[in-house]
């Protein structure tokens, strides 16, 4: 990996970094070796299985999961992503943000090696002072950081592999591929997706948006977008979370002709709600609270969307010509065959900020399990003031993020959701940066109990396997006792008064 980063934020110089880098590297790998390094794979090989886990999504959830698989013994991973090299996971593609929003502090990807955190990183190639006076991560920052974080864990990710289609095997699951275009099957035990929003279902575009417009005329905001392509032109931007800003800044930032942001609401949603949820006590304890708390919670918690962050706002509104519309209910776009007409505005392009649906028949990979795997609509009725349809549609996962049957077919449950879609089941969602300290562990430990106990009598017959011996009787043969003390007899042995002198 090239240390100097130029273009993404900062540059690490050409000698003293590249000294600090390699050291860093050094001190990486020891301290990896003195937590136990990487213990020899102890799951039992089965006949026709190629893989014990297969990874969906080799981003930073993906890669920081195999790591933890590999630091438990859990060797026979592999980790799949449908994107080339470098386009993996969000930060260099639908990623806009300037900053990442998390605080540059918080736990991620290196767990309980902190020689591998990103202020590890990041101080030994630009020095403590630099990381003291960095506000906040750069999102170009911590994508190159990343790069290193998986060479660095040993983590391989066979890249342009995508997963079309899960199905039931005779001894696992089978995995319908397309690698670099051409169709492959392979097996496995174990299936995690790591794929991060749309993982739970897909982008959430409004009918009145699809059904009115081009497609060439509008995009949701979290696919990729050429800006520059809409340089002088109108554009407007519906929703008002953060992804929506950051949407709207880039476009101003490239030179579009306006940009009009259309609210729903009276007003932006100025409170991040779910941030009540950060505690360490919530995040690694929410999924065993009783059903009817976590869709208490929640219910409460989604009733609006999450507000936008003040840095990404002031981005937006820096900008004279960017125009926010609240309360603006009404606004429907028509396309009159040139433009797109909303109220007495026209414009060019359409950004739909509007959010995300869960809805895992939407997700080709799963469409053809989907009837078996139970959703929370058919797990807990809520009471009639707490009905919600949205939620409705998450699927009920077990702690360890496992998907669990509505029917016959137990293989839906070696699939694991490390996505979105997790939130109602298990607090949030895993895959943010602050859901890794605690998500993570719970999905390691989930898998390989599923391992183990699936092999039990297996580990019992291991258990029981005659070893050899460690001692080979000349260690200790000179020191055996061999002398033997003459016998004494009863009447030798009458008992004597005791001298006052002995007494205590």
Known sequence: MNDDIGNDGWNAGPAS?????EAHDAAVRTALALRGGFP????????????????????????????????????????IDAARSGEEGIWRTTARMKSLRSPKQLPGPELDVPEMSFRAWYAARTGDEAYDALQSIPRLVWAQYLDWFRIIAGV???YQTRLDRVESGENGLRLALSVEGEERIETCRKVVLATGFLGGGCARIPDWIKNELPPE????????????????????????????????????????????MFCRQDDLERYSRMRVLYYPGSVEHFPRLPDRHRWHIMNALCCRAQGPVPETVRRATQFQNFHLHLGARDALPVFDGRSIVIGDLAFDYVIAGTGYGVDLAARPELASVSDGIALWGDRYQPPKEERNEELARYPYLTPGFGLTAK??????????????????????????ISG????IPQLVTAIGADLYTADAEMHVKRALTPVEPILSADEYRHSIWTERAPAVSRKDRAIQPVRQDDAC
């Open 17 to 21: 970094s590249r000294q600090g880098a």
């Open 40 to 79: 020899d794979d102890w799951v039992v090989p089965r006949k026709d299985i190629d893989h014990d886990v297969v990874i969906v999504g080799g981003g930073q959830s993906g890669v920081a999961i195999a790591l933890a698989l590999k630091r438990a013994g859990i060797t026979r991973v592999s980790v």
């Open 156 to 158: 391989t990710v066979r």
């Open 217 to 260: 005329r509008y995009a949701h905001a979290d696919t990729v977008i050429d800006f520059t392509a809409l340089k002088g032109r109108r554009l407007a931007v519906f929703g008002a979370a953060s992804s929506a800003f950051d949407a709207a800044a880039v476009a101003l930032e490239t030179g579009v002709q306006s940009v009009h």
């Open 407 to 432: 029917g016959p077919d137990r293989r839906v449950e070696d699939i694991h959701l490390f996505n979105a879609a997790a939130m109602l089941s298990n607090g949030r969602n895993p895959a943010e």
């Open 436 to 439: 890794f300290r605690h998500g």
